[in-house]
Nanobody, 116 residues
Framework: QVQLVESGGGLVQPGGSLRLSCAAS????????MGWYRQAPGKQRELVAR???????NYADSVRGRFTISRDNAKNTVYLQMNSLEPEDTAVYYC??????????WGQGAQVTVSS
């Protein structure tokens, strides 16, 4: 059973940066597609960015060019570098690990608040 733990969330001013980390334990996630999702109050959870086992990436249109997803298989960790943050980026950010839709795991979430 894979466990995912997010860290690095917090309060930041508009235009600022944060880096989220997702540390996996209980098994290697090197073969998993890893994703970051977010859910704002009153809204559905949405995909922010995803990275495959071969490090191909894709991003939501709203974050492309501002956010970067990466992975370090040696550390069993995935990152989300968030730059030029906007108030609209305020949400709980969740890490996800998916293997062929057979095994799918979620972290507990990390709050990101962008406000002056």
């Amino acid at each position: 059973q894979v466990q995912l733990v997010e860290s690095g969330g917090g309060l930041v001013q508009p235009g600022g940066s944060l880096r989220l980390s997702c540390a996996a334990s209980g098994g290697s996630v090197s073969g998993y597609v890893m994703g970051w999702y977010r859910q704002a109050p009153g809204k559905q959870r949405e995909l922010v960015a995803r990275i495959t086992s071969s490090s191909s990436t894709n991003y939501a249109d709203s974050v492309r060019g501002r956010f970067t997803i990466s992975r370090d298989n040696a550390k069993n960790t995935v990152y989300l570098q968030m730059n030029s943050l906007e108030p609209e980026d305020t949400a709980v950010y969740y890490c996800n690990a998916d293997w062929l839709s057979i095994f799918n795991y979620w972290g507990q979430g990390a709050q990101v608040t962008v406000s002056s």
